[in-house]
């Protein structure tokens, strides 16, 4: 059978590969995609520290168990300035792409035109 130690990590391991190959992609929105991903699997491994054991039940009776709630206070955190984050780095991809004609990354593949003025000099 398989626990849930390995389930969880697999999880993250799939997430993570998938933000780091969008990250690596030439324009902007699979790469605003590859951060949320990353964001989201170390949201997962956060939540997941606060307690995972084997062969636990799913409602504890004893109230020494309690899980810590630190972890899931900080994964609340984190998912609220990741979606603030991720609006802004959207808006700012979307006027860049506006503003330049194009959305890639690296190399820009039509110029704008930049007004010269010593190209109208006689």
């Known amino acids: 059978m398989i626990s849930m130690e390995f389930l969880i990590a697999s999880g993250v391991g799939i997430v993570t590969a998938t933000g780091i190959y969008l990250l690596l992609r030439r324009r902007t929105f699979p790469v605003v995609l590859g951060l ?19 062969n636990a039940p799913a409602i ?8 810590d709630p630190l972890p899931q206070a900080l ?6 300035i990741g979606f603030a984050t991720t609006a802004f780095v959207i808006q ?31």
């Open 36 to 54: 949320v991903m990353i964001g989201y699997a170390v949201n997962i491994f956060l939540f997941s520290m606060g307690r995972l054991q084997l």
């Open 92 to 122: 700012l991809a979307l006027r860049s792409r506006f503003e330049s004609g194009n959305d890639h990354i690296d190399d820009v593949d039509d110029p704008i035109e930049i007004y010269d003025p010593r190209e109208d000099a006689p």
């Open 60 to 67: 504890l009776t004893d109230a020494t168990r309690v899980t």
């Open 75 to 80: 994964v609340l955190t984190a998912i609220v």
